[in-house]
């Protein structure tokens, strides 16, 4: 199996506050991690690539300050939005690869985040 | 921007139906994939077609690749209540990232 999973699967903050957001690969180790965003309806959109013990590399358009992306282990990267606003309200979906370069994705099944 | 095309957006059908799916890119692929979202949810992976094959099958699933055209096809037979879904392309142009399409919103109606 190639299991991932998201904590937590729901979140309601106040605008100002910081949000973690876990992804975590359960039954293999992930050399490669990916966060994604998607508004309602819409597709997804990669925001960031993240390698086990490295920096990650962000799409052009997302601000690396304002998600922040630490994949400490092989098994698990995390993604802080810091100082939420309410347009930073959307479905957070992570993804794991289980080898460089590999094509195949395995997602958990999503963050849905809503900042008031 | 890379982000595939899909169509229809949305598609309804009756039960029992066949489904069909379409989605274009713009640039040569190493690999197609396409996978299915409930509302809400996560992506369930269904099929991956090469850019060296033609056409695929999984189940009720029929997966085409036409790289001449830089489209592919996703064809669901016999369609049931469960196969409500939101159905997505995801192109894979050579390094390890996905693009994903627009998506097809389908609707089974019983």
């Known amino acids: 199996g190639a299991v991932v999973s998201q904590h937590p699967s729901w979140v309601i903050c106040k605008s100002g506050t910081s949000v973690k957001i876990e992804c975590r690969s359960l039954?293999?180790?992930?050399?490669?991690m990916f966060w994604y965003r998607q508004f309602p309806k819409q597709s997804l959109m990669l925001m960031a690539t993240?390698?086990?013990?490295?920096?990650?590399?962000?799409e052009q358009g997302v601000e690396k300050d304002k998600f922040l992306i630490n994949h400490a282990s092989l098994t698990l990267s995390t993604l802080t939005v810091t100082s939420a606003h309410p347009e930073d309200s959307s479905f957070y979906i992570c993804?794991?690869?289980?080898?460089?370069?590999?094509?195949?994705?395995?997602f958990g099944p999503g963050t849905r985040l809503t900042v008031l | 921007s890379q982000q595939g095309e899909e169509d229809p957006q949305a598609l309804s059908i009756q039960e029992g139906e066949n489904a069909t799916m379409n989605c274009s890119y713009k640039?040569?692929?190493?690999?197609l994939q396409w996978y299915r979202q409930n509302s809400g949810r996560g992506l369930v992976h269904l099929i991956l077609?090469?850019?060296?094959?033609r056409e695929k099958h999984s189940g009720r699933l029929r997966v085409t690749l036409d790289t001449s055209k830089k489209s592919s096809s996703l064809l669901i037979t016999a369609s049931r209540a469960a196969d409500t879904a939101s159905y997505f392309c995801?192109?894979?142009?050579?390094?390890?990232?996905?693009?994903f399409g627009t998506g097809t919103r389908l609707t089974i109606i019983p």
């Open positions: 993804s794991a690869s289980k080898s460089s370069g590999a094509t195949e994705q395995f």
């Open positions: 039954d293999f180790q992930a050399t490669t």
């Open positions: 993240s390698n086990e013990g490295s920096k990650a590399t962000y």
């Open positions: 640039t040569s692929i190493n690999n």
């Open positions: 077609i090469r850019s060296n094959e």
């Open positions: 995801a192109a894979n142009f050579g390094n390890e990232k996905l693009t």
